[in-house]
């Protein structure tokens, strides 16, 4: 259907609610409501109403500085049909018990929850993803497999299973609304809204949050792309080089070489940089003790792990949580 007139709700006003957590990204949140705040303007009427929250009531502030004015979370009866919550930032720094209080309240209503950027961390932590398809952007991915190991997210754009709505953030909510305003109005209209910002190329919920590994390290060699890709698939229980070549399908010596050429570094210390950069996340983003993120990474012992990220990074992993 491709006509606004044949269906039921689409003469009606939406309610939608974004509460923001602060240190949102500003990116995301505008990617998510400005479809919407275009969709009223092209239809020539209000469809969609946007209500803002925040934790206390005061204004959000972004990870960019700007602040967006907000009011008290949402209590029964809001008349809210879909609540999203937007976050960034570090999520061990999430702590917000009415937050999750006010999405649990508003899920037993029957509205429909949805998880921006990091929003989706906080919807795992108030019990609201279990059993669920979900998504999650993926730097928060490793602190919510952590955090909620019995939780799985995919790294898809974004993930509607009924009632709930994940989305990696940036510019991926112009797909999301996309399609959420072509469910209620049409594809016809969807896409008027989309050409109103020269979102000319809709991207599919499954399409990758992140480059294809051959753009994000310069690298065409199907060999050693097999290799990294399976060194970031065993963090935790790195692999032996000579298994790693067998992957590859050459010799350790000759998987030395491809290293050496194509990346300018060695095998292992290619592997100590992935781990590394794992490890880094974890410090910012999870409460995990340094002990914990030591096995994690895959590292023999704290010590071992500490040296390690100091040797790459230049300082201590207790300093790096601190800043």
């Not at 989706?120 to 398809?133: F, H, S, T, V």
Request: aromatic share 8%; net charge positive.
């Amino acid at each position: 259907m491709s006509s606004a007139e044949t269906r039921p709700d689409s003469r009606s006003v939406q309610e939608i609610g974004f509460i923001l957590i602060p240190g949102f990204a500003l990116m995301s949140y505008a990617s998510a409501t400005e479809p919407l705040r275009a969709a009223n303007l092209l239809a020539g009427r209000e469809i969609y109403r946007l209500s803002i929250f925040s934790p206390d009531g005061a204004p959000a502030l972004s990870s960019s500085g700007v602040t967006v004015p907000a009011e008290p979370l949402p209590v029964r009866g809001a008349g809210l049909g879909t609540v999203f919550v937007c976050a960034g930032g570090s999520p061990r720094n999430w702590r917000y018990p009415g937050a999750l209080a006010c999405l649990r309240q508003l899920s037993r209503e029957g509205v429909r929850i949805g998880g921006i950027s990091g929003g989706p961390y906080l919807m795992a932590a108030a019990g609201l993803l279990a059993g669920r398809d979900f998504t999650i952007h993926w730097e928060h991915a490793a602190a919510l497999l952590e955090s909620f190991p019995d939780l799985t997210p995919r790294q898809a754009r974004f993930v509607i299973d009924g009632n709930r709505i994940t989305c990696g953030g940036g510019i991926a909510p112009l797909d999301m609304m996309h399609v959420l305003i072509a469910e209620r109005m049409g594809s016809d209209f969807a896409r008027r809204v989309s050409d109103w910002y020269l979102h000319t190329e809709v991207n599919e919920p499954a399409a990758p949050q992140r480059a294809s590994l051959a753009e994000r390290y310069g690298v065409h060699h199907p060999g050693l792309l097999s290799v990294l890709e399976r060194m970031e698939e065993t963090i935790e229980m790195p692999l032996g080089r000579a298994a790693m070549a067998r992957i590859a399908g050459v010799t350790p010596r000759h998987l030395d070489r491809l290293f050496s050429t194509h990346l300018g570094t060695t095998f292992l210390d290619q592997y100590h940089r992935i781990r590394l950069q794992h490890g880094q996340r974890l410090l910012k983003q999870s409460p995990l003790s340094i002990s914990e993120i030591a096995v994690a990474t895959g590292f023999s012992s704290p010590s071992h792990f500490s040296r390690m990220f100091r040797s790459v990074y230049g300082t201590a992993p207790s300093e790096a949580r601190r800043d």
